[in-house]
């Protein structure tokens, strides 16, 4: 068993991880399905890397259509213990044009959907007033800055359902509470990582800004998806750069203490089929 594995969740325009030593591939069913994709594991010095792409390898699974349990828990079955999750989003601010990372510290929901690990049995309830791990974002912040990617260390992610994208009266509104960039998929990663003890940093990365801007309807496919190829590439040169510096031995951070405090239901009370789908993430508690 590792752990001490970093996991990455690659977004839409970054799908693999070259430049390392790939050792393994898992095809991996959890207790709430299958994620994403099969999960590739690489070699990085001393570290091994987990890496998931998030739409699929072919990028054929739209965001509501994601099983983001599935795709949380599996990362944990393979002792993923801090996580970075890679998404393109659209940005509420001149100062943040597209090719810029938003290094995120909190969501605002408007999917409507729930993404929890509790029910059937067991109650918890994980603090969140800060979704994302500070640590974590500033290593990444830091590095962006040595390698002169633009980027913006903490901001407001506003996460919508989709697949469609904003109206402009939605993203007037959004804009008007101060957000920074809009998405779909950040906001239920980071819940479940909570639930499931996993330091979790998502890489916003802007492609365009949204529908609020005056010279949104010129915006085109072609630039967006130019803006898509150099967020990869910067994506690619961050993640390697990060890989680099981070010291696995000096990064136990709160996230990884979540659940102390937070189950409302005595362990022995659990059904033992409830219990048996979480022991990936109770595991502790089931040992102690």
Known sequence: MHDQRIGIIGGTGLYELPGFEKIDEQT?????????????????????VVFLPRHGE???????????????????MLDVKWLMGVSAVG??????????MVF???????????????GNGIIGH?????????????ILAECATQLGIRHQL????????????STVAESRLYKSWGADVVGMTALAEAKLSREAEIAYAP??????????????????????????????????????????????????????????????????????ATRKNLEPILRRFLTS
């Open 104 to 118: 995120v510290d909190q969501f605002i929901d408007r999917t409507r959907s729930v993404q929890t690990y509790f």
């Open 154 to 165: 903490g901001g407001t992610y506003v996460n919508m359902a989709g697949p469609a994208f």
């Open 203 to 272: 890489i916003a990365m802007v492609t365009d800004f949204d529908a609020w801007h005056p010279e949104h309807d010129a915006v085109s496919v072609e630039m967006v998806v130019q803006n898509l190829q150099a967020n990869s590439a910067n994506a690619k040169k961050l993640l390697t750069r990060f890989l680099e510096v981070f010291d696995p031995n000096d990064a136990d951070y709160p996230s990884h203490h979540s659940l102390d405090g937070a189950l409302m239901t005595a362990i022995e009370d659990i059904p033992p």
């Open 28 to 48: 991996i069913t959890t207790a709430f399905g299958e994620p994403s994709a099969p999960l590739k594991i690489f070699k990085s010095g001393e570290k091994e």
């Open 91 to 100: 940005s509420f601010k001149e100062e943040l044009p597209p090719q810029t």
């Open 126 to 138: 994980v603090g969140f007033a800060h979704p994302t791990e500070p640590a974590l974002a500033k």
């Open 58 to 76: 072919k990028h054929h699974l739209l965001p509501t259509e994601l099983n983001h349990r599935a795709n949380i828990m599996a990362l944990k």
